[in-house]
Nanobody, 120 residues
Framework: QVQLVESGGGLVQAGGSLRLSCAASARTFNNYAMGWFRQAPGKEREFVAAVSWTAGNTYYTDSVKGRFTISRDNAKNTVYLQMNSLKPEDSAVYYC?????????????WGKGTLVTVSS
């Protein structure tokens, strides 16, 4: 069992930045590709970004390319999402996810989410 705990969400003005963190409980953290998904009110959960096991490859949805950066520190069992130039449409609950496959079509573990609110 892997527990994922997100942090770093909050309220920020448009154009601002936030850094999300996701701490994983597993010593086998580097066995998983890690990603971030988000879900806005009334919308389906959507993929945001993913990073491969050794951080050699990263993947982004088109709407965040050039603004968000995903990274991981396997020594700290932590994955990060640096979000810059935030827009109101980025407002959502952001979920950390762990998967043994890329693309992240199936998710083995989810975090409980952290809320990001971007004001205009």
């Amino acid at each position: 069992q892997v527990q994922l705990v997100e942090s770093g969400g909050g309220l920020v003005q448009a154009g601002g930045s936030l850094r999300l963190s996701c701490a994983a409980s597993a010593r086998t953290f580097n066995n998983y590709a890690m990603g971030w998904f988000r879900q806005a009110p009334g919308k389906e959960r959507e993929f945001v970004a993913a990073v491969s096991w050794t951080a050699g490859n990263t993947y982004y949805t088109d709407s965040v390319k050039g603004r968000f950066t995903i990274s991981r520190d396997n020594a700290k069992n932590t994955v990060y999402l640096q979000m810059n130039s935030l827009k109101p449409e980025d407002s959502a609950v952001y979920y950390c996810a762990a998967s043994t496959v890329l693309p992240m079509k199936s998710i083995e573990y989810w975090g409980k989410g952290t809320l990001v609110t971007v004001s205009s």
